[in-house]
């Protein structure tokens, strides 16, 4: 009973800091160490961790799987949109620069797009796999 | 030094027998690994190597002990074969650093090609800050479109396998394998 | 030729090796797929290493002139190390369904059954 209480309410302190942390990295990930992959790990750590002191239960009633599945597709199709997207601007795939008037500022625009696209992949694949581990009873 | 007390995990992860203490090894295996990219200045590795292999890994392989139990079984013969393979491949190796260019040297053929270009060029076609970020999404944006195909892959590969949601699965359960062996048995 | 300045690199064909030997030499799966990123690592550190220039500093842009250590391998390194992952989750389903079907982990009793039925 006494470890419960603790697990419970250091988790509380915890988890919106990691969550909000794992926002930071995503969006800072120009101006310093960072971007979608490191940002997309983060965010499962933080819905992990509620996991672990709550129960896998209660993480699975907080982010339902039938929603990470198409979550992690949309994350790949946000990238490809992105490729598409330049390619209907008259540009090569992937050419960021068509993107906006300028072309320094469709660089900016086209990073941060498939940065998001790839933290939220990576955040719902990670969350998928260990929903899955835990599911199994051994 | 940090490369020696990797040397040293690494040897321990050989010889220990509880594979509990095995993956805690490999977690800390991974976060020196961390330590030491921080110090050959590669401050985006170090946050993924930490993060990922430090973090994901060691959790998932946790969670897989729990499944599969805590015990192996000690080994049945010498490991004289594998022994000699690996000190010859090792031996091999070694004469090949005699070609390796000076460490830290700055005229090494790996600085020369395409990496000033990268670096002269990106605060003026790109104007971020973070080279890294920079080469990664805009430079090389198609290796980046892989790499998170095949992350999606994973997630799907280990659904197909595994399965969410709450399930019994016991241990092998020996009827159905004579079913598998005879209807094998019939196709030959 | 300098011997003590290849350090870096006979650690990572050590740790190499030892990666290799853990894969080829015990039977436990789990143990194997713990030594095979050890290996996987080791080569992430090679990488690293060879990209690292003397006084450089981390590739993100400083007022001034300022020497950078090479980006480019940090970037094959980071879509390696994610790689790295996704085989490990994958290996380690594949683990935990064989455990379901044969009731063991171990190489040898695994082959015994087979050899066996």
């Known amino acids: 009973m006494n470890d419960d209480i603790v697990l419970t309410v250091i988790g509380k302190l915890l988890i919106p800091f990691i969550l909000l942390f794992a926002l930071y990295v995503q969006f800072h990930g120009d101006f310093g160490p960072g971007g979608g992959f490191q940002a997309g790990v983060l965010f499962a750590a933080g819905i992990i961790l509620y996991a672990l002191t709550n129960g896998t239960d209660a993480a699975m009633r907080l982010v339902p799987p039938k929603l990470l599945a198409p979550l992690a597709a949309l994350g790949v199709l946000i990238y490809g949109g992105v490729g598409v997207a330049t390619m209907l601007r008259g540009g090569h795939f992937l050419n960021y620069s068509v993107l906006a008037h ?4 469709g660089q900016h625009y086209g990073i941060l797009l498939i940065e998001l696209g790839v933290g939220v992949t990576v955040a719902a694949v990670m969350l998928l796999i260990f929903f899955a581990f835990m599911s199994r009873e051994g | 030094m940090l490369l020696t007390f990797l040397v040293m995990t690494a040897i321990a992860v050989v010889r220990v027998q509880s594979l509990f203490a095995v993956v805690i090894l490999s977690g800390i295996y991974s976060l020196t690994t961390a330590g030491i ?4 200045d590669a401050v985006d590795v170090a ?14 392989m946790l969670g897989t002990l729990a499944l599969t139990g ?15 393979v690996v000190i010859l491949t090792g031996i091999v190796l070694l004469w090949g650093t005699a070609d390796m260019p000076r460490f830290g040297d ?4 790996v600085h020369r090609h395409v ?14 800050p973070n080279m890294v970020t920079s080469v990664l999404a805009s430079y090389r944006g198609f290796d980046t479109l892989g790499e998170t195909i095949v992350v999606f892959t994973a997630g799907v590969g280990v659904i197909a396998l595994l399965g969410i949601g709450r399930r019994r699965r016991g241990p092998a359960r020996n009827a159905n394998r004579g079913d598998d062996r005879r209807s094998g048995n019939e196709h030959e | 030729m300098d011997w003590i300045g290849q350090y870096n690199y006979y650690v990572v064909f050590f740790l190499m090796m030892t990666g290799f030997y853990v894969v080829v030499a015990h039977g436990n799966l789990v143990k194997k797929i713990v030594g095979l990123n050890i290996f996987q690592t080791s080569v992430f550190l090679l990488y690293i290493s060879m990209g690292k ?9 400083l007022e001034g002139e300022a020497i950078y250590s090479n980006p480019l391998p940090h970037v094959l390194i980071l879509t390696a190390i994610v790689v790295s992952v996704a085989t490990t989750a994958l290996g380690l389903a594949l683990v935990v369904r064989i455990k379901e079907a044969y009731g063991t982990v171990e190489e040898d009793e695994i082959r015994e059954q087979e050899e066996d039925a």
């Open chain 2, 106 to 109: 700055p005229e090494a053929p």
């Open chain 2, 115 to 128: 990496a000033p270009r990268y670096i002269e060029d990106s605060p003026t076609e790109i104007g971020v």
């Open chain 3, 53 to 61: 220039v003397k006084d450089g500093t981390a590739p993100i842009l």
């Open chain 2, 37 to 40: 990219f921080i110090i050959l």
């Open chain 2, 47 to 60: 946050f993924t190597e930490a993060a990922v292999a430090a973090g994901v890994s060691t959790m998932l």
């Open chain 1, 102 to 105: 300028d072309a320094v500022h």
């Open chain 2, 70 to 84: 805590h015990k192996q079984a000690p080994p049945k013969h010498a490991p004289v074969l594998p022994l000699t």
